[in-house]
């Protein structure tokens, strides 16, 4: 059964930073491109970051470029999205997605995580 599980969402202050991860299980991801999406209540699924299966391309959001980094261990079939200086506008629910091409588009991603919750306080 083929599972991405999230883990490392939380509560945290404006400014503070958060490290998300997404472990995948039953079978490699390593060929595939991942992502992290975003939801907020009342809003529609976002993209808030990708990376290509080699981890030589990724793409931002421009809401948050230069605060998230998102990067994978293939090894480890996990993939992380390290988030700095947050904003009470990033609270959302954050998913983890995999498919098999790399880009911003929801439709590319066939496999999701249950999703975690990341609340930031003002």
């Known amino acids: 059964q083929v599972q991405l599980v999230e883990s490392g969402g939380g509560l945290v202050q404006a400014g503070g930073s958060l490290r998300l991860s997404c472990a995948a299980s039953?079978?490699?991801?390593?060929?595939?491109?991942m992502g992290w999406f975003r939801q907020a209540p009342g809003k529609e699924r976002e993209i808030v970051a990708a990376?290509?299966?080699?981890?030589?391309?990724?793409y931002y959001a421009d809401s948050v470029k230069g605060r998230f980094t998102i990067s994978r261990d293939n090894a480890k079939n996990t993939v992380y999205l390290q988030m700095n200086s947050l904003k009470p506008e990033d609270t959302a629910v954050y998913y983890c997605?995999?498919?098999?091409?790399?880009?911003?588009?929801?439709?590319?991603?066939?496999?999701w995580g249950q999703g975690n919750q990341v609340t930031v306080s003002s």
């Open positions: 990376i290509s299966w080699s981890g030589g391309s990724t």
């Open positions: 039953g079978r490699s991801f390593s060929s595939d491109a």
């Open positions: 997605a995999a498919g098999p091409k790399f880009g911003w588009v929801r439709a590319n991603y066939v496999y």
